[in-house]
């Protein structure tokens, strides 16, 4: 196992991310075009993502469900936006059990069609709402270019899916769980989102109204991480989703969807890492805690990994995520560059004059060198590495948080936006553009309104490309 | 809400399974032919399962990953037997992206071929091995008659895949994993399985040697509820997964795969169901207590319901799945029938005399009418309700066991065999017979070999139909 360098992230960021993800063993190359194998390393990633995600969606009363892989391709032409969204992009099974199908079924892009049709059947009464459904599954959307966890032909996600009896129980549902993805993001991965509603033309095809969580990677390109959609009744009415009243009357329902996917594994690299490798936020790292044995003889091996194994336990038995590196021939500074290029949040390093002085070295993967080094009692072990790892935490979102309000500015003209994206940097200022006049920026500058922040100065102004008057500000960005 | 009455097992066991699904609310209905959607209840299950099984996966050494759904035709073409067996049932995905594909994919029948080839690149030395990787996901097999969780075209499960130095290793995992799914039967599921070793003409497509868990049900039909196979070096070969030795010679991998599905669920109900509906055991059901207030007038309503929440809360914070029963305009009577057939293992009624007396009356629902009632102090609750679900799941376990002995018969001759199966049970005899004795079994008979069980009676006898030298007894069945 050779650890080789990688690519600085100020040489070319895209490089850099394709070989750490792979030089990090979070995914491996996957014969089939536009997927990826996510690795045990990446896949445990995700899995403390799903868990933080799924214990808050019970938390708010939603409960999972399965709904089938397939999709009568009948069913996507229900909902005219929604179809001419993801035609471009559908993998179509035409042939089962050796013969042709009467009707081709798609391989779900998403489920709003297929859980619509069963909302239609479930729902009869308002009693039955709201009713508020998730599903964990896999979903395929035949991209043309694809990156590792950011865009893949085939990706895993949830996808929530709810109908209410009102617009209002609908749209606070529906900001709600932009709400909780919003605080996975800061609290679990360190990212600090930016919530704020899509424009027009970034809207999900056949949406009312959708809402975002933007993050800024270290290239400070923007990240959609997570999106939340108004329905309206669009769906309602395509699938016939209907309830009586308390006054016996029949009525549209209104509904939402919202979405999170293995995209956010792309994200937390691309928030926290540098040039060396990976920075994992302690409470999503798979390993939080390697622990490094220092020894030149076989005399000096037996009291060095005996004292290892003794904090491995004491570490393991604080519920901390602990590894023993006991890998043979191979130097402990291999072993170092090996676990920082990994990200692992804490190195613990243990030699003889630390075996015999009760002691240990812990090292911090967020500040290099000195800096982030002390020498710790054995005895107190556990409790200081809990604390390391809050710090390591917080300092992660800090870092990740000026970082973004460093390149974030305002902007009053057109030029002053071009100027900022060409510096690679957000642009925010007033905006009272028509859809045509946003296509006309994306097209000059290659950035998007990322989306219209919840946090608004208030008042008014006037657009910074047309002049005219503006009621909000946006946000642009160029994104992956 | 109209809870209907369900068709008696003795009646028509096929229709009482397919009522109970349905009404239950495990699973509904879905468009799409032959798959079935899975409603939360019976998500719940299936998570509890997941849940069980992930932990001991976890606790000998296994991590988890996903691979691709789709897999290149020409993969599952390398492995001979493999493909034979799986061709008939293979969903193939001919469009993508608005265009005819050059090479069809194949949706995922089990995944043996696609991460046979990621193995072959991952593994270079006898340092990598064993390879221990779990993947969750959902597969596909076109079936012709299919039925809810027991046979649908789409279903849920793990596959575990590894990959080891040499045969012994690989027949130590292959059991071992077996050994983890009888445990999660036994102590999860409250199901009795036996463990065996599958007949040649039973075994995997391309295994050396499949080892299956197998469960009685209600109606004494067998169902196979997980599979454990060595494959020997048939898919090392096929996708060139070598590792080099310590002696630095290139060798060819042991591999082996199991897998344990949704089918579980349709075990669960089917094992322990009676003519009432369904009856969970307390480890896996969703609801474990649910809580029925009892009322007459107004004035009884306030004091009985704060009586049901503050119990509700009791229980909760015990760690127990509880739940208030606060729909209104419905019957103490049919709130009851409606928990019955849902199976949850203990009703709670409180009533206005239960308030003023601080007790709370408990019911199991696997002992019916008075012998399942006792009176509880409230001041009790939770360390009354905890013991009595450990009651229940170990009574569910020794009913199933005893239902189960009773209807395993040891046969001497091929006569026997036949009028136990035609009685229903499960035939037990010396088998040394052909796989094309076997197969005439089979034809006439309706039974298969499910096993030749590890528990073997030793020595040898002579074979129920060639009256040859057999040195192993075999269980004969008919099954799902």
């Not at 308002?126 to 035949?142: E, F």
């Amino acid at each position: 196992m050779v650890s080789q360098a990688v690519t600085r992230q100020s040489v070319d960021f895209s490089k850099w991310y394709n070989e750490i993800v792979y030089k990090a063993d979070l995914a491996a190359h996957s014969p089939v075009r536009g997927t990826i194998i996510i690795k045990p390393y990446g896949y445990e990633i995700w899995d403390g993502i799903k868990n933080a995600l799924d214990k808050r969606f019970k938390a708010t009363g939603h409960q999972n469900a399965y709904f089938p892989l397939f999709i009568p391709e009948s069913y996507l032409r229900r909902e005219a936006e929604h179809v001419e969204g993801f035609s471009p992009e559908l993998a179509v099974v035409t042939h089962a059990g050796g013969k042709q199908l009467e009707e081709p079924l798609v391989v779900r892009p998403t489920s709003e069609t297929i859980i619509g049709e069963a909302f239609s059947e479930w729902i009869q009464s308002y009693r039955d709402l709201p009713l508020l459904i998730n599903q964990w599954a896999n979903v395929v959307r035949w991209e043309l270019r694809t990156r590792p966890f950011l865009r893949t032909s085939e990706f895993l996600w949830q996808e929530g899916h709810t109908a209410h009896v009102d617009e209002a129980d609908a749209e606070r549902e529906t900001l709600q769980m932009l709400d909780i993805y919003a605080d996975v993001a800061v609290h679990e991965a360190a990212i600090p989102v930016i919530q704020g509603r899509k424009s027009n033309i970034e809207r999900f095809a056949g949406a009312l109204r959708t809402y975002t969580i933007e993050a800024m990677m270290r290239d400070k390109r923007a990240l959609q991480s997570g999106t939340s959609h108004n329905l309206g009744q669009n769906f309602a009415r395509a699938f016939n989703i209907q309830y009586l009243d308390e006054n016996n009357e029949q009525k549209l329902c209104w509904t939402t969807s919202w979405g999170l996917s293995t995209r956010m594994v792309g994200a937390v690299v691309m928030a926290h890492g540098d040039d060396t490798g990976l920075r994992l936020p302690p409470r999503l790292a798979p390993i939080q805690v390697v622990i490094v044995p220092i020894f030149r003889s076989e005399d000096e091996r037996g009291p060095v990994m005996d004292a290892g194994s003794r904090l491995n336990a004491a570490l393991s038995d604080a519920g901390i995520r602990v590894k023993l590196d006991t890998r043979e021939g191979l130097r402990p500074g291999f072993k170092f560059n090996d676990w920082e290029m990994r990200g692992v949040p804490v190195r613990l390093e243990i030699g003889p004059k630390d075996v015999e002085n009760e002691v240990a070295v812990l090292a911090r993967r967020d500040l290099p060198g000195k800096e982030g080094k002390q020498t710790v009692s054995q005895a107190n072990i556990a409790a200081v590495t809990l604390e390391l790892l809050d710090d390591i935490q917080a300092n992660l979102l800090s870092q990740a948080a000026a970082f973004r309000d460093a390149n974030i500015f305002d902007v009053r003209s057109y030029d002053e936006l071009k100027q900022v994206i060409d510096e690679g940097g957000w642009a925010r200022g007033w905006w009272g553009g028509s859809d045509d006049d946003e296509r006309r920026v994306k097209d000059e500058t290659g950035a998007t309104i990322r989306c219209f922040p919840f946090e608004q100065p208030g008042g008014s102004g006037s657009c910074l490309l047309t002049a005219g008057p503006a009621s909000q500000v946006a946000l642009f960005a160029r994104a992956y």
